[in-house]
């Protein structure tokens, strides 16, 4: 029987690409693969494709190209705004990188590592920990999520502040383009300026030009010494004064630094089984600091204390606590990983991927707050993230014993202030979440036409025939 807009011969043809074990038609396989971690989109697909090898990649596109069938990358399934769901009209196809999921090579020499488009990232950390390396990225989703995923969104997590996001953590790529071709960019140069920079048109790209198959990553040496703080605070300016004595005192030995308010802790500690409150008293705000140095672990002892104790003498820290184990940094940070989904109990919850220069998260915390207060009032603001590097997670709870529903159903209004705030500030809407669907039309609004028409013509170059991940990002008519 013929699907509407893909007839079953193609549908054969495609699955005689990868085998018949390595398909999946049944829409009890396929539901967990249609709907994104917090249920704002649910799409539909007729098959999911598991290719096996970049050859094989390579033969569904020409195929997709010829044909002008629809596909969706997808490797782990975690984005937040619906890039890697299906759209609903049932014609798109599912390109799966699970099973291209090896390591490839780890050069501790050269400090890279090697690996395909499906390695998990919590296999890539470990396979540079057996060489007492450090591959740097790390993310809550980090048993689930594969290293494709994480370019194609310039994936950023909690260590941007040392060492960058999937940007500059990324040497080389193996991409296969919609015509079914294969660019093998697999270079290994720190230094290489011949020509246009193609790699970094397919990192963030959202696999809206091509399929990442493979890629050379950064590592860097382990880190000797390491230590975790929490500290106490009274506001966000406080927090931000105490990120700038810490960026001066610690250098690039300072790798994390994130805000966390009192509500957040209170989420967790009461939905995360085994995360406790680490200080005797609540704060309005909290500090999460991590040094890491590369040359003795009594340095970076030397260093948590100075800084702690300069914020005691000073008033600006309230109180603190340093962990004396790794579990207890890992406690630590359990806590602030944790506090989106300690949010889920709370109900009904409107969240924000923003970043804004840092000196301006004061100012953009106090505004934002006021401006939801006055349309939500009993609104549950749970504002987090990574202040070292500007990017506020600005997440908003319904009121206590609001109707979820109508709650959800002003997201786009509530998106619209926050992001108005933001935008003022010269910030941006989407820090390190991507765009997917949740944030075409938007983008297209706010970003300058002649950038629009730029995204345009290199999405046009790539894919002709519009047939990778369509609807994401930039909209093609």
């Known amino acids: 029987m013929d699907l509407p807009g893909i007839s079953s011969d193609i549908l054969s043809r495609f699955a005689a690409i990868v085998g018949p074990a390595n398909v ?53 399934n975690t984005g937040l705004v619906g890039g890697q769901v299906p759209r609903e009209s049932g014609t798109d196809l599912i390109l799966s990188l699970e099973r291209m999921n090896r390591i490839l090579d780890v050069d501790p020499v050269a400090n890279v590592l090697a690996a395909e488009g499906g390695a998990i990232l919590a296999e890539v950390q470990h396979a540079a920990q057996s ?26 997590g909690t260590a941007v502040l040392a060492y960058g996001n999937m940007r500059q953590l990324c040497l080389g790529l193996e991409v296969v ?17 011949t020509g246009y920079d193609l790699r970094d048109l397919f990192i963030g790209a959202e696999g809206t030009l091509g399929i990442i198959t493979g890629a050379v990553l950064k590592l860097f040496p382990q880190p000797v010494g390491r230590q975790v703080a929490l500290a106490g ?29 009192r509500i957040g802790v209170e989420f ?63 406690a630590l940070w359990h ?14 919850s409107i969240k924000h991927d923003v970043s804004v220069p840092v000196s301006s998260i004061p100012p953009f915390m106090e505004a934002a707050d006021a401006a939801i207060m006055a349309a939500i009032p009993g609104a549950r603001i749970c504002a987090f993230g990574h202040l070292g590097d500007g990017n506020i997670h600005y997440n908003i709870s319904q009121p206590v014993g609001a109707d979820k529903a109508a ?40 970003r ?16 002709p025939a519009n047939i990778m991940n369509p609807g994401k990002v930039i909209a093609i008519e």
Not at 183 to 193: A, E, Q, V
Not at 236 to 251: I, Q, T, V, W, Y
Not at 448 to 463: N, V
């Open 24 to 76: 999946l038609r049944s829409a009890e396989d396929i539901a967990p693969r249609l709907v994104e971690n917090r249920g704002l989109y649910r799409g539909a697909s007729p098959m999911i494709l598991k290719p096996g090898s970049t050859r094989e990649v390579a033969d569904i596109l020409q195929l997709a190209t010829e044909t002008r069938t629809p596909i969706v990358p997808q490797t782990g």
């Open 131 to 156: 060489v007492q390396r450090l591959f740097p990225l790390s993310l809550g989703s980090e048993g689930s999520c594969r290293i494709g995923g994480n370019l194609s969104t310039n994936a950023g």
């Open 177 to 193: 383009l919609p015509t079914g071709e294969i660019w093998d960019g697999m270079r290994r140069l720190k230094k290489d300026n």
């Open 233 to 261: 605070l009274a506001s966000p300016a406080d927090a931000l004064r105490l990120f700038e004595k810490a960026s001066n005192l610690c250098g690039t030995s300072l790798t994390g630094f994130e805000l966390m308010p």
């Open 268 to 330: 967790t500690t009461r939905h995360i089984e085994g995360v406790r409150d680490p200080l005797s008293e609540p704060h309005p705000w909290y500090a999460l600091i991590d040094i890491s140095t590369s040359d003795s672990a009594e340095t970076a002892e030397t260093m948590v204390h100075a800084l702690l104790e300069w914020g005691l003498e000073t008033g600006l820290v309230r109180d603190a606590v340093i962990a004396n184990s790794v579990a207890q940094q890992k």
């Open 335 to 348: 806590m602030r990983e944790s506090m989106s989904d300690a949010q889920k109990p709370e109900g009904g």
């Open 407 to 446: 709650f959800l159903a002003r997201w786009h209004e509530i998106n619209e202030i926050v992001h108005g705030i933001v935008l003022s500030l010269n910030g941006s809407i989407s820090a390190e979440h991507g765009i997917g669907q949740l944030k075409r039309d938007e983008l297209a609004r706010i």
């Open 448 to 463: 300058p036409t002649i950038e629009i028409d730029l995204m345009r013509r290199i999405k046009r170059a790539f894919d």
